[in-house]
């Protein structure tokens, strides 16, 4: 335990634009929790990867597993991180995932809807309430600059329709609600609350679209014209974890190489 470091969870760590995160984090000195669902060697991987990138002696990284989409595992992966780490100053809500089978909401099932809000929706919306709830009681010091932090990874799709998966784009359009609503409910106790909403990026989630998005994005599709990596993610929270924008609140931060722009 080391109560003097901030200390920030990060949910899916393991793998992806979690993992890019949890390294940005380490980087700038922040203590890591680095949470999975199922997969254990990522998430020890992304450990070891976190210590190299650590520039003080005293950071700690610990994988914690726990599923999001649970109620009970959510609470004890909230009172596991306080019993290693002694503290937490900051959350990603970062897990997340896609449809098991991308299919027209036409022919699309309730049960992959509630699959998706369950773990997309409900787990960030709770997780946010159970952390809080420690703040809130426990009323620790302040270590980030600027105040506790919750950052919340939505998506693109947040407000761009994808016919073929309809309920991930509810899924992320709640959780970007989820943010406004904790945001406006937290000003006032020293939290800030952002959203985070990533374009198209390069990880096991758009492995299999990636021969039908090449050229799309090669064409413009992403005005920057190329795909994004879990680093660009990872550069971005650092600087709301660390403080860069602590007289912002409920802010969205467009991490999608200009998708988000219109044009006519
Ligand atoms: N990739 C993109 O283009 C893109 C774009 C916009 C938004 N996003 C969002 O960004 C976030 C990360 O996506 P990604 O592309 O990095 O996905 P990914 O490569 O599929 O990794 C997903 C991560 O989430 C974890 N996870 C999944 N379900 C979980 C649960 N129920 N409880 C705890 N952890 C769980 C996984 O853990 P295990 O390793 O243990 O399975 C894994 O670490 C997601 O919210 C996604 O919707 C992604």
């Known amino acids: 335990m080391n109560t003097a470091t901030p200390v920030v969870l990060v949910t899916g760590a393991g793998r992806g634009i ?3 995160i949890a390294l940005q984090l380490a980087a ?4 890591v929790g680095v949470n999975y669902r199922s997969n254990a060697d990522a998430a020890e991987a992304a450990v070891e990867e976190c210590k190299s990138y650590a520039p003080h002696q005293g950071q700690l990284f610990f994988a914690l597993q726990g599923d999001v989409g649970d109620t009970e595992s959510r609470n004890s992966l909230v009172e596991h991180a306080l019993s290693l780490f002694g503290r937490i100053d900051g959350l990603v809500n970062n897990a997340g995932v896609a449809p098991l089978e991308r299919n027209d909401i036409v022919d699309a099932t309730e049960e992959s809807f509630e699959r998706l809000l369950r773990i997309n929706l409900q787990g960030p919306y709770f997780l946010t309430q159970k952390v809080v709830r420690y703040w809130l009681q426990a ?3 302040a270590l980030l600059s600027g105040g506790f932090k919750v950052v919340f990874v939505t998506s693109i799709s947040a407000d761009t329709v994808s016919l073929n998966r309809g309920e991930y784009c509810v899924s992320k359009a709640g959780a970007a609600m989820g943010a406004q609503l904790w945001a406006q409910r937290l000003a006032g106790e ?5 959203e985070v909403r990533p374009g198209i990026i390069a990880t096991d989630m758009t492995e ?3 021969q039908k998005y090449d050229p799309l994005i090669a064409d413009g599709m992403v005005p920057q014209r190329r795909w994004g990596y879990p680093e ?4 971005a929270v650092r600087s709301l974890i660390e403080g860069d924008m602590a007289f912002s609140t409920g ?3 467009h991490v999608d190489g200009g998708f988000h722009i219109k044009e006519l």
Not at 28 to 31: D, L, R, T, V
Not at 190 to 194: E, F, G, L, P, S
Not at 232 to 235: C, I, Q, V
């Open 190 to 194: 020293n939290v800030q609350v952002y």
């Open 28 to 31: 700038a000195g922040c203590s």
């Open 139 to 141: 009323k620790p010091k």
């Open 232 to 235: 660009d993610l990872g550069k």
């Open 251 to 253: 802010s969205v931060i």
């Open 208 to 210: 299999g679209v990636k």
């Open 18 to 20: 979690g993992r890019g």
